[in-house]
T-cell receptor, first 116, second 115 residues
Framework: AQSVTQPDIHITVSEGASLELRCNYSYGATPYLFWYVQSPGQGLQLLLKYFSGDTLVQGIKGFEAEFKRSQSSFNLRKPSVHWSDAAEYFCAVGPILTGGGNKLTFGTGTQLKVEL | GAGVSQSPSNKVTEKGKDVELRCDPISGHTALYWYRQSLGQGLEFLIYFQGNSAPDKSGLPSDRFSAERTGGSVSTLTIQRTQQEDSAVYLC?????????????FGPGTRLTVL
């Protein structure tokens, strides 16, 4: 069965510092990979997604993620964090075959705190 | 345009009561999903509807949970005989198509508290 691991439950960074959130997945083949962000009291918003092509994916709000097949990882990065980036971040995988539908499997999330 | 909306935003109920949670997807989206977000289980898939096909109910935790989608639009998630472990945030999402990789747009969720 597929699974997603986000090893860091909480991360604290200073405003302006760089950020990397880790995500590892277990799947039969390279799945669709997603990063979502959830601000307090809000639904999930898609930051970026990857299936094929360039392994460095650009997303919204200045985020990017790098897919590394050899490590089964899809880490999210941002060069300079803003206080408004404080939120919970979820990595997710989705099937690539039509028969698998489009249901997502999520990691447990990483809560990001930004210190001013 | 309007996003996914859910109602109510909060629901408090007593153990054993039935509850209905509503989801209005983005207009024109053919696929609709329900997920549950709870402290112990994280975000987990419950059920999804794809066009006119039979729904994928593989994530429903028990037969107390059911969902329907009327007219290919609004969906209602029903929990019968609620238990305290049903307390969670129930998130609805929709996507334009049901193909793998289609972006899912999430609503703000309904927070269910079972006393």
């Amino acid at each position: 069965a597929q699974s997603v691991t986000q090893p860091d439950i909480h991360i604290t960074v200073s405003e302006g510092a760089s950020l990397e959130l880790r995500c590892n997945y277990s799947y039969g083949a390279t799945p669709y990979l997603f990063w979502y962000v959830q601000s307090p009291g809000q639904g999930l918003q898609l930051l970026l997604k990857y299936f094929s092509g360039d392994t460095l994916v650009q997303g919204i709000k200045g985020f990017e993620a790098e897919f590394k097949r050899s490590q089964s990882s899809f880490n999210l990065r941002k060069p300079s964090v803003h206080w408004s980036d404080a939120a919970e971040y979820f990595c997710a995988v989705g099937p690539i075959l039509t028969g698998g539908g489009n249901k997502l499997t999520f990691g447990t999330g990483t809560q990001l705190k930004v210190e001013l | 345009g309007a996003g996914v909306s859910q109602s109510p935003s909060n629901k408090v109920t007593e153990k054993g009561k039935d509850v209905e949670l509503r989801c209005d997807p983005i207009s024109g989206h053919t696929a609709l999903y329900w997920y549950r977000q709870s402290l112990g289980q994280g975000l987990e898939f419950l059920i999804y509807f794809q066009g006119n096909s039979a729904p994928d109910k593989s994530g429903l935790p028990s037969d107390r949970f059911s969902a329907e989608r009327t007219g290919g639009s609004v969906s209602t998630l029903t929990i019968q005989r609620t238990q305290q472990e049903d307390s969670a945030v129930y998130l609805c999402a929709s996507s334009l198509e049901w193909f793998p990789g289609d972006t899912q747009y999430f609503g703000p969720g309904t927070r269910l508290t079972v006393l």
